[in-house]
């Protein structure tokens, strides 16, 4: 096809504001799907996806629309929109020329909607903003028409009103995709540069590879190669996303496609390389992506030791349709062998542990997530911390820094003295506030990333009753009095329960952690003790009492002597329990740790 008949963009938005009911409807619209095979979510085919009803993988479709009597190719990216997605969305927009920046008409501009814009903005693509929701009967259209022109600096007098829902408008949308978004600016008759912008793997073909073809044609049975890697590949077949996968016989510049190629390994493949002819003419890289930064970490030990194998196995898998998911052997003395894994974020976290207990029947003990920390050595040399119990002794280096992130909060404007309180508290500094309409404002804050992991976004949701929404990104590592707690069970130092924090902080959080750690260790035949301490310095202390089993309950009256006998013994049994007995620690007293105080 032509490249002036082809467009590509992709749907960016925040969570829930109704993306991948869009892509339903445009597929509706244009007849890509039988109305028997039309269901809810159709470009999200993860089991986790739809349960929760939210992307969680970026999804590409190429649709055909009917513009002024000439048919159009356009192909649609639709993205995640929660903030641990946003290598998702960088990577979609990379493959395209525009975006749809679709607003919720009640809800107004949220965070996500601000990053996502600003990210489609800094590579200099075309937006379309589009009013969703003007159904409903709390719809503000006109309002938020104004917020996107304050907050975004886009002009949005003429943005349109739809109703992804019941498909009202959904066609003005094609229609604009076509007058608005510029064609491809590829050249088909060039040498072939192609840019790779996802990959999955499958059991039965290996990996299949997402192309954006830039400049050139791909053809059934060329031999390609990849600049970043300089491996070589045989295309054996080559096809477009209807929105099943359909077969081709080529693709030429400006078109959205897959390419199978029996590629044995995820690890072959690097999303942001340039795919060419590998007899053909040198050709200079196209721009690619930054390697996903990983800014939560945490450890995933077998319940039953024997499960080690199946862990690994079980994270490989996964890793292989994820490739934003890292791991690493990793030992504990509490909990044996193990894995540490790096997240995106703490709802990646969460997804992916969901996935290895259901698709991989594991059960597995989680440590609460940790951030990256870096130490300056004496010889002024940065290392990373990946885990609390890595941390040499404070002799050892000059200063220990910490991730901060600049974070922007949107909230209805009779919040801002409580969401200020909760930033001072989690020790923010005041970056900017902006008024976005008389009753939203924007509040920008530098908060430590281990603050918000903590329990601010929890907080962030009660205080402003659920209406606040948070997006951040990491600005620096900044050096600061922390401290690592280790956290003692009946005096043995349990790792995977230790944290850094602030040295202020540390003495209210060891006794919130104690306090939630009691609740959640059942009672032994033994007291249980729990300590939390600085270096050798005890901070914290609460003991858990030992459960009590009658043991004179057999006796049927007679001499007081005997009852006496049996809870002497009991005691002394007691006694050498006390010494040797180990402590059980459940599941949920790990994340006790993340938890924030009772209040």
């Known amino acids: 096809m032509d490249t002036k008949h082809i467009r590509n963009f992709s749907i960016i938005a ?68 929660h903030v641990d997605f946003n290598y998702e969305v960088e990577k979609s927009l990379q493959a395209c020329e525009g975006a749809v920046l679709l607003v919720d008409a009640s809800q107004g501009v949220e965070a ?18 589009v009013l969703n929701k003007v159904d409903l009967a709390h719809a503000r259209p006109d309002e938020i028409a104004e917020e996107i022109e304050n907050s975004l600096a886009i002009e949005a007098t003429d943005a349109l009103q739809i109703s992804a829902k019941t498909g009202k408008g959904v066609a003005e949308v094609l229609d604009r995709v076509v007058e608005r978004i510029p064609a491809p600016s590829g050249d088909p008759e060039g040498p072939l540069r192609a840019l790779i912008f996802d990959a999955v793997y499958d059991e039965y073909r290996g990996v299949i590879v997402y192309l954006r073809l830039f400049d050139g044609a791909l053809r059934k049975r060329d031999l390609v190669k990849m600049l970043g890697s300089d491996a070589e590949y045989e295309a054996l077949e080559i096809g477009r996303f209807a929105p099943k996968m359909v077969k081709s016989d ?14 044995k390994r995820l690890g072959d493949v690097r999303v942001g390389d340039t795919l060419t002819l590998s007899k053909g003419p040198e050709v200079a890289m196209l721009e690619g992506y930054q390697e996903p930064k990983h800014m939560v970490f945490a450890d995933f030990y077998p319940t039953n030791p024997g499960d080690y194998v199946h862990l690994r196995d079980a994270l490989e898998s996964l890793s292989l349709s994820d490739s934003s998911l890292s791991f690493f052997p990793e030992t504990s003395d509490a909990l044996g ?7 995106l974020g703490l709802l990646h976290m969460e997804i992916i542990q969901q996935r290895l207990e259901r698709e991989h029947d594991l059960d597995m003990i989680q440590t609460a997530p940790s951030v990256t920390y870096k130490i300056r050595k004496h010889e002024g040399e940065l290392e990373e911390i990946r885990s609390p119990g890595t941390l040499p002794e404070r002799d050892k280096f000059e200063a220990l820094l910490e991730p901060i992130v600049r974070a922007t909060m949107m909230i209805p404007t009779e919040y801002i003295g409580v969401l200020m309180q909760i930033c001072v508290e989690h020790r923010g500094i005041f970056i900017r506030q902006e008024h976005l309409s008389p009753t939203r404002v924007q509040l920008t804050y530098d908060i430590p990333l281990a603050e918000i992991i903590y329990d601010f976004y929890d907080k962030l949701k009660s205080a402003t009753r659920g209406f606040g929404t948070l997006n951040y990104e990491i600005v620096e590592f900044k050096e600061d009095n922390l401290v690592k707690m280790r956290l003692l069970v009946n005096g043995d130092d349990v790792d995977a329960l230790s944290s850094i924090c602030h040295a202020d902080q540390a003495q209210m959080r060891g006794r919130a952690i104690l306090k939630k750690l009691r609740k959640e ?48 013994k009991q005691k ?24 924030g105080d009772e209040k």
């Open 14 to 81: 925040h969570i829930d504001h109704g993306k991948s009911t869009l892509a339903d409807r445009m597929l509706e619209t244009t007849g890509s799907v039988e109305k028997r095979d039309m269901r809810d979510q159709l470009l999200d085919d993860m089991e986790l996806e739809r349960e929760r009803g939210i992307t969680i993988k970026a999804r590409a479709v190429t649709i055909y629309h009917e513009f002024q009597g000439e048919n159009y190719q356009l192909n649609l990216i639709d993205t995640p929109g």
């Open 112 to 129: 996500q909607t601000v990053a996502n814009a600003y990210l489609a903005i800094e590579q200099d693509q075309e937006i379309i903003p």
């Open 572 to 595: 002394a049994g007691k006694r050498r329990m006390r010494q040797v007995g180990s402590v059980e620690i459940p599941q949920k007293a790990f994340l006790a740790v993340l938890g």
């Open 337 to 343: 062998f193990g894995f540490r894994c790096g997240f």
């Open 521 to 568: 260790i059942p009672r032994h035949l033994f007291e249980v003790r729990l300590q939390a301490a600085i270096g050798s310095k005890i901070i914290a202390r609460e003991s858990i009492a030992a459960l009590r089993k009658d043991v004179t309950a057999k006796c049927y009256g007679g001499d007081i002597t005997r009852k006496r006998k049996l809870l002497e």
């Open 250 to 263: 080529d693709l030429s510049a400006g078109e959205v496609g897959y390419l199978v190629s029996n590629i």
